[in-house]
């Protein structure tokens, strides 16, 4: 697909102008991931992590093929990688969640030994809580997500911000680097009928900040944040089946998302 590319780090992604000679390039890109999850007591969770990508760039443009990470990996594109998962969730409904709390962690790493061409390692930890409050149907939900990325880290692998299912109004990929962190929060409101009973349409609004970084590069109050706030409808098409579409405006950026169910 056509794609851009901005370079590694925050400063590049916000300095770097969108553009066909700055930015473009074409993007192949596949990934296979399945995870294995056992339930050994109620709520918990341990699995396997099995992960295998490749992000591989053609027909760069003048700014892309004179980034030296870009560089060093594409033709290196292949990641193979196997990990461990544990996990708690107690949520009610996964994709639709009114009560309960969610706990991911992982740790996978990536080696030439399971197939791949780089060696890096990859730390995940994903919070999730969700609130009903008041009437059913009214819920607070909020995140903490983060990931950390050491090694030899290839641009397509490194962790980004901006994507359909954190902070929404972004472009995907304008902001990565080794490491990401984010908080988000968001209130999820159902319309009632005038008998009292639940319609299908509900809105939402959230308010959200990350960002991403190096720790090896990082000063003191270094770390540059990304705003994001917005608003979206939900249509229920199924009981506890929704279809999402979002309006996300971030740091002189904004983005218009169609999707089904929630974003988290």
């Known amino acids: 697909m056509p ?14 102008p969108k553009t066909d000679t700055t930015t473009a390039f074409q993007r192949e890109w596949w990934w296979i991931n399945p995870r294995f999850l056992y339930q050994f007591k109620k709520y918990y969770f341990v699995g396997l992590n099995v992960d295998y990508n490749s992000t591989e760039g053609s027909k760069p443009s003048r700014g892309v093929v004179t980034d030296a990470t870009y560089l060093k990996y594409n033709r290196k594109p292949i990641n193979g990688g ?35 061409q780089n060696d890096y390692q990859v730390f995940l930890i994903d919070y999730r809580q969700f609130q009903t409050v008041g ?15 050491n090694g030899e880290v290839p641009y397509g692998e490194m962790s980004q911000l901006g994507t359909p299912f954190d902070l ?13 962190f984010y908080l988000l929060t968001e209130y999820r409101n159902t319309f ?8 299908k349409h509900a809105a939402v609004v959230w308010l959200g900040s990350g960002t991403v970084f190096n720790d090896q590069e990082i000063t003191d109050n270094d770390l540059k944040w990304l705003p994001n706030l917005g608003v979206g409808y939900r249509l229920e098409v199924q009981p506890r089946m929704n279809i999402r579409l979002d309006f996300g405006i971030g740091r002189e950026s904004s983005g218009i998302y169609f999707n089904f169910n929630q974003a988290f």
């Open 135 to 149: 009437k059913e149907g009214h819920v607070l939900a909020w995140q903490m997500k983060t990931r950390i990325a």
């Open 168 to 180: 929404r109004g972004y472009q995907w990929g304008r902001y990565r680097n080794n490491h990401m």
């Open 192 to 199: 009632y009928k005038a008998n009292g009973k639940m319609s």
């Open 82 to 116: 196997f990990g461990l998962i544990l996990r708690y969730d107690s949520r009610d409904i996964p994709v639709d969640a009114r009560s309960g709390l969610y706990i991911d962690l992982r740790s996978t790493a990536y080696s030439e030994a399971f197939g791949g």
């Open 3 to 16: 794609d851009h590319y901005w370079g590694v780090g925050y400063d590049n992604g916000y300095n770097t």
